[in-house]
């Protein structure tokens, strides 16, 4: 599987964003899929994630009430709505399937190249 993650830029704060993660490949459908982010220094941290069938979704706190995680299978696509954005959501962020833990990254098998966002005060 393959993924290219696009749809981040620059906003202001308050604004929204969202971002895509398109896939190829056949087996799409049967992954979870995760979005991270990252700073320059800081470790890649979990944002949100989605099951395979998409009934089950997970945010982490920073982000719970703000973000909405969703996919359209039959488009190979998953998508992170950013709404209410804060200058601390700047980062670049990634998407990733193919896992058994939702919130370890180690455990996610394919990366996509990472979309930047940044959100100015």
């Known amino acids: 599987v393959q993924l290219q993650a696009s749809g981040g830029g620059l906003v202001q704060a308050g604004g929204s964003l969202t971002l895509s993660c398109a896939a190829s490949?056949?087996?799409?459908?049967?992954?979870?899929v995760g979005w991270f982010r990252q700073v320059p220094g800081k470790e890649r941290d979990f944002v949100a994630a989605?099951?395979?069938?998409?009934?089950?979704?997970y945010y982490a706190d920073s982000v719970k009430g703000r973000f909405t995680i969703s996919r359209d299978n039959a488009k190979n696509t998953v998508y992170l709505r950013m709404d209410s954005l804060k200058p601390e959501d700047t980062a670049v962020y990634y998407c990733?399937?193919?896992?058994?833990?939702?919130?370890?990254?180690?455990?996610?098998?394919?990366w996509g190249q990472g979309t930047q966002v940044t959100v100015s005060s």
């Open positions: 990733a399937a193919n896992s058994d833990s939702y919130f370890n990254r180690d455990r996610y098998r394919y």
């Open positions: 490949g056949r087996t799409f459908s049967n992954y979870a």
């Open positions: 989605i099951s395979f069938g998409g009934g089950t979704t």
